[in-house]
């Protein structure tokens, strides 16, 4: 303590004195501290730097990596989009019909590798965002396979290279899975194989290899006799396909280069295991790929891929059978759509139809024309200025009128993305169309439509409800009919004053009395609401709860009521069957 004091006080008198051996071991260590933490502090600069340079490294190789890219889509997407402009502006001259057959069909082949381009770009947005999902609904595998063979035997007719087709005979028409991912796999594999091979022979084999009640393990393999790899290649020995697309595609610069990394990728999502090693065999109803390569005898990819057998059940979207176009005929269509190109494609459809239809611009041109007019259907635009597609069917959803807010709505976008579906279904959208599509998806969808309506238009096309009930007894029908329409509608608008005025017990033998009633009329889902309703005031819910469900059987009489009014002019109109 004296020695500190001393010190301190030579300090302020500006005196030295000598430093003890403790202060110089103390000096000592901080001296060391000091020196490892400026060693340590030099070692984590150089690291940084290290890391700082291998980022920037990364960065200009992705940024190069993105400009290759760029480069690459501009390139391979202007080859089809020049013959899709240059033949369309040449038609006109083109007088004769073989040559005007010809260029319609390379317009329709290069539209259709764009549109796969397109696919293969977008999905690829998908995956690196994990966004990608599976859409499964039942399609036609044959016919798909079909287009394929159309699209491929057109794009070889240049190349001494055959396309041939198997399919085996155990393949059902109709599966149920996702068509376009599979579509993609078939479409990228197919193109690999059609860039490899200058000569000789491209051929997909389609078989069942197992079937398990609705499951199916359906084989895709596509061989080809292009150049192979050499068996001693040592990506080979990976487990993966992708090495071998890396390893192929550096054989050749053309293309994308993005198609094969998405087939693999679109196969593990389609529950596959991708696998390079032909050896391995796959899990029995798991789906995998393997590749067989020879330098001299080209290529043999087999994708196993589990479907599933469509047996009609349970499905919201049915495949409707080919209808003459005299139902069709009976549509009056309201078109949103403010794309003149697009409005003009609609009317060539729909006029070869002869489907009465009227354009408006809008949303709220849609609205006004929907107040004015009655419509069976209704096309919306999703991106339509002022009030777009999903604005637009909210106002509609929201009219007073029950024909009108019920009339059927498609959007139509041509966004893939999964959440414009999913809020179109939230907002009342009845289907969702993606554009471009093919005539025959409009048509198939307009039949469905159609054919709904035509069983709208014959109430009792099924008239087992009139012989149970009545005893096809049309009088006894028709006061029926009346009574409910003329006294029963206007009492249930009512239901809310009646808790108020006489409360739950009153409100509960009206909803039990009107049971029968509903079910005589064939409104089963009603008269189960009535019966909801009996059972919460008996036992005693609060008056909030009970209006919440008064409200919901007022909407849904809303709605039915034009339908049970037609039926009663039907069955006025009708002799007696016991007459």
Known sequence: MKNNQTHQQDIITGKSSPLSLEDLAH???????????IQHLTEQNKTLKKEL?????????????????????????????????????????????????ESIEIIENSAFVLGAMISNILDTAKIDSRNVKLEAHP????????????????????KPVEFKIEVDENIPDLVEGDEQKLLHVLFN??????????????????????????????????????????????????????????????????????????????????????????????????????VESNVNNGVKITAVLPLKRYRGKNDERKIVPAEDDTLLSTLNVLIAE???????????????WGIHHT?????????????????????????????????????????EDAKKCSVPVIGVSASVLTEYKIKGKKVGMNYFLSKPFKPEQLKELLTEFAMKKQK??????????????????????????????????????????LLQE?????????????????????????????????????FGEAHNLLKEKIEHIKSEIKKTEPRIKKQYQFISKMPNKND
């Not at 059609?194 to 359906?218: C, H, N, P, W, Y």
């Not at 596959?272 to 065999?281: A, F, H, L, P, T």
């Not at 403010?338 to 070869?352: A, C, E, G, M, V």
């Open 338 to 352: 403010d794309n003149n190109i697009n409005r003009k494609y609609f009317s060539i459809l729909l006029n070869k």
């Open 456 to 497: 709208e238009d014959d109430p009792f096309s099924n008239d087992n409800m009139l012989g149970e009930y009545f005893g096809n007894d049309y009088v006894a029908a028709a006061e029926i009919f009346k009574i409910f329409i003329e006294e029963s509608i206007p009492e249930i608008n009512n239901w809310e004053e």
């Open 189 to 290: 594999l197919l193109s690999n194989a059609e860039r490899f091979t200058e000569s000789g022979m491209i051929k997909l084999s389609v078989a069942v290899l197992k079937s398990l009640q609705d499951k199916i393990l359906t084989t895709f393999t596509i061989e080809d006799t292009g150049r192979g790899l050499s068996s001693d290649d040592p990506h080979l020995s990976h487990e993966r396909l992708e090495d071998y697309i890396e390893n192929r595609r550096k054989l050749n610069k053309e293309g994308l280069g993005l198609g094969l990394p998405i087939t693999s990728t679109l196969i593990k999502l389609l529950k596959g295991d991708v696998k390079i090693d032909s050896d391995n065999r796959p899990d029995p109803m798991e789906g995998s790929a393997t």
């Open 27 to 37: 000096a000592y260590t901080e001296l060391q501290e000091n020196k490892m933490l």
């Open 53 to 101: 340079q291998a980022l920037k490294k990364n960065a200009n190789q992705a940024k190069q990596n993105q400009q290759n890219l760029l480069a690459n889509i501009s390139h391979e997407i202007r080859t089809p989009l020049h013959a899709i402009v240059g033949l369309s502006n040449s038609l006109k001259d083109i007088t004769d019909e073989n040559d005007r057959k």
């Open 139 to 158: 399609f036609n595998l044959k016919t798909l396979i079909k287009n394929l063979q159309t699209t491929f035997t057109y794009r070889l007719k240049n």
């Open 502 to 538: 006489k409360g739950t017990r009153e409100l509960g033998i009206r909803s039990h009395a009107l049971k029968s009633v509903l079910e005589m009329l064939g409104l089963s889902s009603l008269s189960e609401n009535c019966f909801e309703l009996e059972q919460a005031c008996a």
């Open 359 to 399: 354009f408006v611009n809008n949303g709220n041109e849609a609205i006004e024309k929907i107040n004015t007019h009655d419509f069976d259907l209704v096309l919306l635009d999703i991106n339509m200025p002022e009030l777009d597609g999903f604005e637009t069917t909210e106002a509609i959803r929201k009219m």
